[in-house]
């Protein structure tokens, strides 16, 4: 320890240079991780704020509830195999909205659930709706950006239909579109009567997109069984399957991995240089008796220190970014997964300054003093 702050106290013009290159790509590490969790948050919040574990949905709908249809029949048949209070349906889908009288248009999700079952989302300002409301829905806080207040009239663009808002919800997106919750009532409406589910009696009996199920342990097999024509799938297949979610997070991982790459790299080459221009002294240490694991520890002490100054840096400035950052720009670093990146980001430097620790151990002493002495 002594030898290695020795060291980088002496040359500090050197090992400033490459603190500020790793606290820039450690930031840039950081920040875009946040980008890519919140990007994947905000695109399927609502799912994954359900408490449900897994999802049937018609077979051959490529997991996607938007492709699904299922009726009462098959939500009875679900409620007889995992119980009554384990199984809610729900109904999606993607619409238009604009506030009466205005013509600005916002894209939404509409999500038709019980209003008193666990699928409700919690409502944080006004009030919430029941199975008996009629014309009243609630809906995401990012709907107040586009002047949506309580009491608002929305219109949707393609029935006609109007719905007061009755109150507000937190963090409640899918597909990037704010979520209007609705219940059975309101959605039957908006079908129109026309859709019925199979096997239903009346023209009254509403369709759904899916089933959302908890506590089913190993049922899943035994409930995909019963449901002939149906899925049952889990949450994360549910997450995965929305467009262009796997795409997205796909490019912004592999953005994620190669600064990875590059910062190991860039660690490696620099500490790489130094080992080769500090060679001579290497070898007069080793004259003196200095074993090799002193001199790599040495050198991988020199490495910890750089990445946890650099990270801790890193922290304060993303910290401060996000404070500043516009709502609008989907943010998100949960605390683990700021400890798993920077472990990663050790992780990567400690194997990007092996290599000059491999070539530590491997100086001659003798060879060393003779190119000194020459």
Same mark, same amino acid.
């Given at each position: ?6 060291? +980088? =106290?002496? #040359?500090?013009? =050197?090992? !400033? ?11 840039? $590490?950081?920040?875009?991780? *946040?980008?890519? /969790? ?18 049937? %949905? ?25 119980? /009554? ?8 889908? +993607? ?13 939404? #999700? ?26 009243? $829905? ?21 029935? *006609?239909?109007?719905?007061? $808002? ?7 997106? &899918? ?9 059975? /009532?309101?959605?039957? !409406? ?33 409930? *995909? ?15 995965? #399957? ?6 997205? /997070? ?34 007069? %240490?080793? #004259? ?42 989907? &943010? ?19 194997? *990007? ?19 000194? !002495?020459?």
């Amino acid at each position: 320890m002594y030898l290695a702050i020795r060291e +980088m =106290r002496f #040359a500090k013009g =050197r090992y !400033a240079l490459i603190a500020t290159i790793m606290v820039l790509v450690s930031f840039l $590490v950081l920040f875009v991780t *946040g980008l890519a /969790q919140g990007l994947a948050y905000d695109n399927a919040a609502s799912i994954k704020n359900m408490a449900a574990s897994h999802f049937v %949905l018609e077979q051959d709908s490529n997991h996607r509830f938007t492709r699904s249809q299922v009726g009462q029949e098959q939500l009875h048949e679900a409620r007889s195999v995992v119980g /009554q209070e384990n199984a809610e349906p729900l109904g999606v889908q +993607m619409t238009t909205i604009s506030p009466a009288g205005d013509t600005k248009k916002v894209d939404v #999700a509409l999500f038709m659930v019980n209003p008193d079952s666990w699928l409700a989302p919690q409502v944080v300002e006004g009030s919430t709706i029941s199975d008996e409301s009629s014309g009243q $829905v609630v809906v995401d806080q990012k709907l107040a950006k586009s002047g949506v207040t309580l009491g608002t009239v929305l219109v949707d663009q393609a029935s *006609g239909t109007e719905w007061t $808002v009755s109150g507000f919800v937190q963090n409640e997106s &899918f597909s990037h579109a704010p979520v209007v919750f609705l219940n059975e /009532q309101e959605w039957l !409406a908006l079908q129109g009567g026309s859709r019925t589910s199979q096997g239903a009696e009346g023209a009254d009996a509403p369709a759904y997109n899916a089933i959302a199920l908890k506590n089913i342990g190993d049922q899943a097999d035994s409930l *995909g069984a019963a449901l002939p024509g149906t899925e049952v799938i889990t949450k994360s297949d549910v997450v995965s #399957a929305i467009p262009g979610y796997k795409e997205e /997070q796909g490019s912004l991982l592999m953005m994620i991995a190669f600064l990875y790459v590059i910062s190991a790299f860039v660690l490696a080459v620099f500490f790489y240089v130094i080992t080769i221009q500090k060679t001579s002294q290497f070898g007069i %240490l080793k #004259a003196i008796g200095t074993r090799n694991a002193y001199l790599a520890g040495s050198v991988s002490l020199q490495v910890l220190v750089l990445s946890v100054g650099s990270l801790v840096i890193s922290v304060l400035l993303v910290r401060l970014f996000e404070s500043i950052l516009p709502a609008s720009m989907p &943010f998100q670093l949960g605390t683990s997964t700021l400890a798993l990146t920077c472990l990663l980001f050790l992780f990567t430097s400690v194997a *990007g300054s092996l290599f000059s620790v491999w070539k530590v151990t491997k100086i001659d002493a003798l060879d060393a003093i003779g190119r000194t !002495a020459a």
